[in-house]
């Protein structure tokens, strides 16, 4: 069977996006779970004053209860599942050697990538990972920042949603933007 480049490239694409999916995948704690996930973040909430049960590693009522007291405390969404934004507010990852001193701010990060907003950015340059969109007065185009979880990215690209401290982060594939979805994340500024 003989099949064109374009579907060859097609099925690349989509093998791509799989695997890139999984590996966002971050193991979610919910009612019933049961492991070393659940250990740790029964450990995680009773060492910051949220659960008072024992540490069992079974995913029970009382934990549920502490992960959304955790939540209310975060003003993130309340559903009682320790999902990878509750898990990432109730374990945040240390900054890589070096950026202890960068200044940090908080901001309103959502995803996009080129499939639904075209190939370049406003600055002219290929819209790709690695690129975000700021609003210039907060975070200057040309500006390097330190996102965790993704890593370098620099601000080429600006939209008319994106005010003050919210930024739009750059993915390859519309599946990992989606993947990421909208969250309240510290980002480090190394310019």
Known sequence: MKYGRLGVFALICAIVMMVCASAMAAPVVKEGSKGETVVKVQTLLKERGFYFGEVTGECDSVTVEAIKKFQTSEGILV?????????????????????????????????????????????????????????????????????????????????????????????????????????????????
């Not at 406003?122 to 700021?134: H, Y």
């Not at 390859?172 to 993947?179: K, L, P, S, W």
């Open 79 to 191: 559903d009682g599942i320790c999902g990878p934004q509750t898990h990432r507010r109730l374990d945040p990852p240390k900054p890589p050697a070096g950026l202890e001193n960068a200044r940090r701010v908080v901001v309103n990060a959502s995803a996009y990538s080129p499939f639904e907003t075209g190939t370049h950015t406003a600055t002219g340059t290929l819209l790709r990972r690695g690129v975000i969109a700021t609003d210039p007065s907060f975070i200057p185009m040309g500006t390097r920042v330190y996102i965790p979880d993704y890593g370098e990215a620099v601000a080429e690209d600006r939209g008319s949603s994106i005010i003050g401290n919210k930024i739009d982060i750059a993915f390859d594939t519309y599946d990992e933007a989606c993947a990421f979805g909208r969250q309240h994340i510290e980002i480090y500024i190394l310019d």
